[in-house]
């Protein structure tokens, strides 16, 4: 069983920036693959930026330019740096770490607003 904590949500103004964290219970973290999604009011849960174990990023058109995912091995730890932040991005971001299966973080709210 693998646990997710989230954290670094929060109220930001359009244009600024915010640093998502989830860190991740266990010893084998480094074989995940971390995902980043999110889920707007009335939306699908849609992916925003993956990592893979061997270090390969996979990011949605939306985040390209914008948004940079980098994982910690030694810390357990997966971040999502977000540059340039628009209302449109405002949702709940779940970390997300596949192995076999996925396990789901509880989520983080993000809302870009003036």
């Known amino acids: 069983q693998v646990q997710l904590v989230e954290s670094g949500g929060g109220l930001v103004q359009p244009g600024g920036s915010l640093r998502l964290s989830c860190t991740a219970s266990?010893?084998?973290?480094?074989?995940?693959?971390m995902g980043w999604y999110r889920q707007a009011p009335g939306k699908q849960r849609e992916l925003v930026a993956a990592?893979?174990?061997?270090?390969?990023?996979s990011y949605a058109d939306s985040a390209k330019g914008r948004f940079t995912v980098s994982r910690d091995n030694a810390k357990n730890t997966v971040y999502l740096q977000m540059n340039s932040l628009k209302p449109e991005d405002t949702a709940v971001y779940y970390c997300?770490?596949?192995?076999?299966?996925?396990?789901w973080g509880q989520g983080t709210q993000v809302t870009v607003s003036s």
């Open positions: 997300d770490a596949h192995y076999t299966r996925d396990y």
């Open positions: 266990g010893s084998v973290f480094s074989l995940y693959t």
């Open positions: 990592v893979f174990s061997g270090g390969i990023l």
